[in-house]
């Protein structure tokens, strides 16, 4: 069995956004990069998979870089080999484009399981394993909270994430992409074996030279920018009636915190 896990390199919470002048990219001088966390469940999950049903873990990223940080980091955790996918030259700011990316480039791997976070913290655009799912005409699942293989590894059992505390139990016919819900596992630490392992494992690497793909250009970010901070001072007089009756009024259909 072959699994490929899909890790984003994302700012750390703690990390300091500074905007540079083109008002479309970050100050890379001013932020701690660290692997996206709900990709970090996702891993966790293949690797258990790999430990119970002797299979293979790819772990694929696509950006700058500065990205190989995170390949190295799920390597050190037991991971076998990487795919790097360069973004030089690439436009990324669409799901889409994201999307078509990464199959082009593991669309010959023959995978039988693709496995990814439910969303990144950066954009969350909780798309980019149902894309994948489209374009390689697999089978999906999302908000998954637990998985098992079947019948000689041919069908995948996926707990579902359901509304109001509910799951569900559903199977599904592999090749599939699954997006794995944060809470899944205790993903690992990396050992100082398997951090020295790091060395003899093999990544690929993809750059726009040698990937094939249609750039969809229907998506565009024009600008980026921080919120801005705002307050307002409202003065409320009268008898007491009447500011009983425009504090209520601010509460229902300012604030909306009365219903």
Request: charged fraction near 25%.
């Amino acid at each position: 069995m072959k699994i490929c896990v899909l890790i984003k390199q994302v700012a750390s919470e703690d990390s300091s956004l500074v905007l540079n002048d083109d008002k479309l990219t970050f100050d890379s001088g001013s932020i701690n990069f660290v692997s996206n966390e709900p990709d970090t469940y996702a891993l966790e999950e293949a690797l258990l998979l790999k430990e119970n049903n002797n299979a293979e873990v790819t772990v694929c990223t696509f950006g700058s870089d500065s990205c190989r940080q995170v390949l190295k980091d799920a390597l050190a955790k037991g991971a076998d080999n990487g795919i790097f996918i360069s973004n030089e030259g690439i436009d990324d700011s669409s799901p889409i484009n994201i999307a078509k990316v990464i199959t082009s480039c593991i669309k010959d791997q023959n995978f039988d399981l693709i496995l990814s976070g439910l969303q990144s913290n950066d954009i969350g655009y909780s798309q980019i394993g149902l894309l994948i799912a489209e374009y390689l005409d697999t089978s999906h699942a999302s908000l998954v909270m637990g998985t098992e293989i079947l019948d000689n590894n041919n069908k995948v059992k996926v707990k579902l994430e359901l509304e109001n505390g509910w799951f569900q139990w559903s199977e599904l016919s592999l090749p599939s992409s699954l997006t794995i819900q944060s809470g899944i596992n205790t993903p690992r630490y990396a050992t100082l074996k398997g951090i020295m392992s790091v060395k003899n494992k093999e990544v690929k690497e993809y750059s726009k030279d040698n990937i094939s793909y249609t750039e969809n250009n229907n998506y565009k970010v024009v600008e980026r920018f921080l919120p801005q901070k705002s307050k307002e001072t409202m003065t409320i007089d009268g008898s007491p009636d009447e500011i009983a009756e425009k504090m209520l009024d601010v509460l229902k259909n300012k604030l909306r915190l009365v219903q």
